[in-house]
C-alpha cells in the first residue's frame, strides 16, 4: 500500500472556507472603525451627553447645563444656590475635545461661570447671552 502525501481537496476547501470567513469579520470589523478624534464621534458624544442633561432635568425637576472652554465641556446642575458643577466621574465627567481640536468662540476672551446649554425641567434648551 501507497502513503498519501498532501491534503485532500475537502481539507484544503474547509482550509479556505474558515480562512474566509476570519478575512471577511477583520474586514467588517474594520470598516468601521474609528479613531477616537473622529468629529462624527465626538459629535454624537456631545450630543447624548446633552439629552441625558435634558433627562436629567425633567427627573429632578432642576435646570441641568454643559458648560463649554477651551479644553472641554463639563456638566453643571442649577440649585438655589446658583450653578454648581456635577460630579467629577461618570456621565457628568468632564469631557476634554480632541488633541488637534480648539473651540472658537464668537465672543473672544470670556469666561464663563455658568453653563451655555441649559436644559430646563420643561424640555426646552436654551444658550444664555455671554456675560459682559
Not at 26 to 35: A, I, N, P, S, W
Not at 52 to 64: D, G, I, M, N
Request: glycine share 6%; with cysteine.
Amino acid at each position: 500500500m501507497r502513503s498519501a502525501r498532501g491534503f485532500t481537496l475537502i481539507e484544503v476547501l474547509v482550509v479556505l472556507a474558515i480562512a474566509a470567513a476570519l478575512t471577511s469579520l477583520v474586514v467588517l470589523r474594520l470598516g468601521t472603525l474609528q479613531g477616537p478624534d473622529d468629529p462624527k464621534r465626538f459629535l454624537e458624544r456631545v450630543a447624548a451627553r446633552i439629552t441625558h442633561q435634558c433627562e436629567q432635568a425633567l427627573f429632578q425637576s432642576r435646570p441641568r447645563g454643559l458648560r463649554f472652554s477651551e479644553q472641554g465641556y463639563d456638566a453643571w446642575a442649577g440649585s438655589s444656590d446658583g450653578w454648581q458643577p456635577l460630579a467629577q466621574q461618570g456621565p457628568t465627567s468632564p469631557s476634554p475635545f480632541p488633541n488637534h481640536w480648539s473651540l472658537l468662540w464668537s465672543w473672544a476672551d470670556t469666561r464663563w461661570s455658568w453653563p451655555q446649554s441649559i436644559a430646563t425641567p420643561t424640555g426646552t434648551i436654551l444658550s444664555p447671552s455671554p456675560p459682559k
